[in-house]
């Protein structure tokens, strides 16, 4: 092979190599959600979208890919200072998205540095109007304040802030421990409170099961007694009616009399009794009934025939026998007959 020849096949593997490294600088391919700036000649051209593009070789220049997708960014604990003087470590998430990319690249040189920082100053910024327990207890009040204040400031870097999150706040052992002596107060506090209210609510619904238990009694009583009642006058009214529709012999009317008697002395506070005077009439009935002296009576008023007086005779002491003759008791004799 010859020296020309040789010339022209080093000239023409130097233009192969020339356009296809060409043709590789002048299509790009943009992935979805990315994006790239183009510099022509130092300055910025255009955007490349996702997609196919093509470009000039050599004269523009293309820059690395800036993700449009929604990041997540987690700084590292910022010690902060409340109002009454605590010292905090605060730990912050960020969600932001690029919505201007040509912004991002050329308004400040490294965005997440920046958001770092302005967020731990705006952080400080709120943290100081706030005691140690508005921080605890404020963390919506704390996210609204931190996202205004970054989405404003962060506008121009083309970056949009879309949520601000606070993920840990850790105060100083001591104070760790005092509001742990704290918390247990309160909850034995609350237990105290609500074992009172249940032995009052136990106390009340005992106190009712006893009211609403004794007027039940009552009631169950009264109706008892007012059955008993209707029992008794029911019982009454018919040995009343039975007495009456039989129509007993007075004689034995008299002998069920005399039965009677010394239930009279049957009470326990009873000490003496009384016979009265109907007690004769009914031994005379009986014994006119055994002797047959009551056929024919006496024409002469005598005071045998004058009831007796009643007697008062103790309690417990027997009955004197009585003679079942003349209607006279037995071991007495007979008043004399006096004149009318």
Known sequence: MTDIAIALLVVAVAVLAVVTTAVMRSVWIVPQARARNVERLGRYHRTLE????????????????????????????????TEDN???????????QVTDPRAADYEIVDYIKAIEQLTATTLRNVIGTLDLEATLTSRDRINTALRGVL?????????????????????????????????????????AILTAEGARASQILTAEGE??????????????????????????????????????????LAYQYLQTLPKLAEGQGSTFWVIPSEVTTALQAISQAFGGTADKPDPKPSTKDAPEPSREIPAGDPLPPYQLTQGTPNNQEAPADTAP
Do not use: C, N
Not at 56 to 72: A, G, M, N
Not at 226 to 237: F, M, N
């Open 211 to 252: 009211k609403q238990s004794a007027i039940l009694k009552a009631e169950g009583a009264q109706q008892a007694a007012v059955l008993e009642a209707d029992g008794q006058a029911r019982a009454i009214e018919r040995v009343f009616a039975s007495i009456h529709a039989a129509d007993p012999d007075p004689k034995l």
């Open 50 to 81: 996702p997609g196919i593009s093509f470009v000039l070789p050599f004269v523009d220049r293309v820059k690395s890919l800036i993700d449009l997708r929604e990041q997540v960014v987690s700084f590292r604990k910022q010690p902060v200072i």
């Open 86 to 96: 605590v010292v905090v470590h605060i730990d912050t998430v960020l969600f932001f």
């Open 151 to 191: 989405d404003d400031a962060s506008g121009k870097w083309g970056i949009r802030v879309t949520r601000v999150e606070i993920k840990a706040i850790e105060p100083p052992a001591s104070i760790k421990d005092a509001m742990e002596k704290q918390m247990r107060a309160e909850r034995g506090k609350r237990a």
